[in-house]
């Protein structure tokens, strides 16, 4: 089971990066997929997840909400991260993690998470 996210960069304030989670040795349709992020100095902070079966519900932190896009492709066993009109509090590193349930909080992703993979660095800065 592997999850590796890609796609970070140096981006401007203002600016767009679109992340990838790329999941093998598994099929990642069955289960919520999200991304949280690490920033020097903070605790853990989930940004977006989205589920998984046919809802494919969409969940986003009050932060990035408006901002960020999450989608999959279940074809490709791939979960996105669009985010737009980036902010220098973005910068962080940023990880894909499967969980069996998204539940209504993040802590409830949290406690059932079971597999994430190397982070990806998004910094924002002029």
């Known amino acids: 089971v592997q999850l590796q996210a890609s796609g970070g960069g140096l981006v401007q304030p203002g600016g767009s990066l679109r992340l990838s989670c790329a999941a093998s040795?598994?099929?990642?349709?069955?289960?919520?997929i999200g991304w949280f992020r690490r920033a020097p100095g903070k605790q853990r902070e989930g940004v977006s997840r989205?589920?998984?079966?046919?809802?494919?519900?969409?969940y986003y932190s009050d932060t990035v909400q408006g901002r960020f896009t999450i989608s999959r492709d279940n074809t490709k066993n791939m979960v996105y991260l669009q985010m737009d009109s980036l902010k220098p509090g973005d910068t962080a590193v940023y990880f894909c993690?499967?969980?069996?349930?998204?539940?209504?909080?993040?802590?409830?992703?949290?406690?059932?998470?079971?597999?994430w993979g190397e982070g990806t660095q998004v910094t924002v800065s002029s």
């Open positions: 993690a499967r969980s069996r349930e998204c539940g209504a909080t993040w802590s409830d992703y949290y406690y059932y998470m079971d597999a």
């Open positions: 040795g598994f099929s990642l349709d069955v289960y919520c």
């Open positions: 989205i589920s998984g079966g046919v809802r494919n519900t969409e």
